[in-house]
Nanobody, 120 residues
Framework: QVQLVESGGGLVQAGGSLRLSCTASGRTFSTYVMGWFRQAPGKEREFVAKIAWSRSGTYADSVKGRFTISRDNAKNTVYLQMNSLKPEDTAVYYC??????????????WGQGTQVTVSS
């Protein structure tokens, strides 16, 4: 099972930027579709972005054009560059492996996540 550790969150003003990182254990990282999810207070966890081996990202409509997902297989790390942040982006952000051809996480086991807070 892949172990995942997220980092990079923080407090930022609306319009600002943050870059999240997720580092995975295991030697088969490059074979996984990796994704970012988020959960705002009182809401269900939702899909944000995913990236497969082709390095082409898929995004939720709410972040398209503002967020960019990327990966460095040599470092077993997936990134989420978040620009033009809005208060509604405030949430705990998690990474996970993703079931191929879906927007669903393949594991029910989640890391501690990283808190992103966007002030207006």
């Amino acid at each position: 099972q892949v172990q995942l550790v997220e980092s990079g969150g923080g407090l930022v003003q609306a319009g600002g930027s943050l870059r999240l990182s997720c580092t995975a254990s295991g030697r088969t990282f490059s074979t996984y579709v990796m994704g970012w999810f988020r959960q705002a207070p009182g809401k269900e966890r939702e899909f944000v972005a995913k990236i497969a081996w082709s390095r082409s990202g898929t995004y939720a409509d709410s972040v398209k054009g503002r967020f960019t997902i990327s990966r460095d297989n040599a470092k077993n790390t997936v990134y989420l560059q978040m620009n033009s942040l809005k208060p509604e982006d405030t949430a705990v952000y998690y990474c996970n492996t993703v079931i191929p051809n879906t927007l669903k996480p393949s594991s029910g086991s989640w890391g501690q996540g990283t808190q992103v807070t966007v002030s207006s």
